[in-house]
């Protein structure tokens, strides 16, 4: 059997989810949008139910509340929306980031480079934190979208949202953020954030993959934010097409139960991993951690240890599933462009891997992964100083 510590590329969905999607499966399967008839209009009710729970998680009214497939695509959405829009009536071309954002935020930004937008990264610290004074200094009068994460999926550091959106907002320009990451770990309270585009995914938050949504202020509904499709006039025609009613709902459930349970969880999940990091530490003296060492997610851990190889370290921890970087560059050749921005040389990116904790993290699991940790780096050094001896 295999314990997780993944839980910033999905987290296990909760079995109160599971049970609420079920009978949408089944006998409740109508479609939302056939409100002519009972089913239809008891489907589409849910969908509205779960809008409601989904806003009350980040205390926002739920007409701010556009339904997606995930963060991705609402990224995107608000991306090329904006971007679209505003080429559209001859307006901005400005659009500013950072290097260490998820490739659902940096893609679209390199593909409105190409197509003329002016595309600008503001550098990071050791840490991964925006710098503040270098944002300031990269608003000009002709900047149209600022997209800036809350925090990031590989080394947890959160951002200073709430100076990063004053800035934006004092250069009349527009802050999006991805804060899959955060809803569901950290309060996020959207009445109070000065941010006009918030992405989020309902499977970081144990609901089910495929859904997620895109916050947005009611100005950009009037001809700010363009459609990526055209269709039906679902959600307000700025993402047609038939919902995804069960997982909309398990959607709505899962931010329901983080709103009552995601306080006491991040609390426990941050003793768990600073109890780990404090473990690995006396064990391995020579280990390091990425991220800010207090703004950072509560499960998160960056671990580098210095002359290993970390999917060889993974290699021996066969009982365990951990990740060596975010989900989104799996597979990849190059090093970690998140660890590289920090400054991290190649090396030193190859020797990270990443540890997720989560609601269903038990204790003992944590201990049993500390000390096969230690296993694991005890055992390569000794392969390797026997091959280079």
């Known amino acids: 059997m295999t314990t997780y510590f993944d839980d910033h590329a999905t987290t296990p969905c909760d079995p109160r989810v599971v049970d609420a999607m079920t009978p949408y499966f089944t006998a409740q ?52 929306g904006v971007a679209r829009a505003a080429a559209a009536h001859g307006g901005r071309r400005r659009l500013i980031t950072l290097p260490t954002e998820h490739k659902a935020v940096l893609e679209p ?67 999006h953020c991805d804060a899959t990451q955060l809803v569901g770990r950290v309060s996020v309270d959207w009445q109070t954030l000065p941010v006009d585009l918030l992405s989020l995914s309902a499977h970081k938050l144990y609901g089910p993959k495929g859904t997620g949504a895109l916050l947005l202020r009611p100005p950009l509904r009037r001809g700010g934010l363009q459609p990526l499709m055209r269709g039906g006039g679902q959600e307000g025609g700025l993402r047609p097409g038939t919902h995804n009613v069960p997982a909309v709902v398990g959607f709505g459930v899962a931010a329901a139960l983080a709103a009552q349970e995601g306080p006491a969880d991040a609390l426990r999940v941050a003793q768990l991993r600073d109890q780990f990091e404090a473990d690995l530490r006396a064990a391995l003296p020579q280990v390091r951690f990425n991220g800010h060492p207090a703004q950072r997610l509560p499960g998160n851990s960056s671990v580098t240890l210095p002359g290993l190889e970390a999917d060889a370290l993974l290699m021996h921890l066969p009982g365990f599933a951990l990740s060596l970087g975010s989900a989104c560059n799996s597979g990849a050749l190059e090093p970690s462009y998140v660890l590289t921005a920090l400054g991290l040389s190649r090396d030193e990116a190859d020797s990270t891997f990443r540890v997720g904790l989560g609601r269903f993290t038990a204790k003992a699991s944590v201990g049993e992964l500390t000390g096969a940790i230690v296993s694991g780096a005890t055992r390569l050094a000794e392969l390797g100083a026997a091959f280079t001896g």
Do not use: K, M, W
């Open 109 to 175: 930004c390199r593909d409105l480079h190409e197509q003329g937008f002016d595309v600008v990264y503001v550098p990071v610290d050791r840490f991964g934190t925006v710098d503040l004074p270098a944002l300031e200094g990269l608003l000009t009068p002709d900047t149209l979208l600022v997209s800036i994460q809350a925090a990031n999926s590989e080394i947890g550091t959160i951002q200073p949202i709430a100076q990063i959106g004053a800035l934006a907002r004092a250069a009349g320009a527009l802050y």
């Open 29 to 80: 399967f109508a479609n939302p949008a056939s409100t002519s008839h009972e089913p239809g209009r008891e489907a589409a009710d849910a969908v509205e139910q779960a809008r409601a729970q989904v806003a009350a998680l980040l205390n926002a009214p739920a007409g701010d509340v556009v339904f997606t497939s995930g963060a991705t695509e609402s990224n995107n959405l608000a991306i090329y």
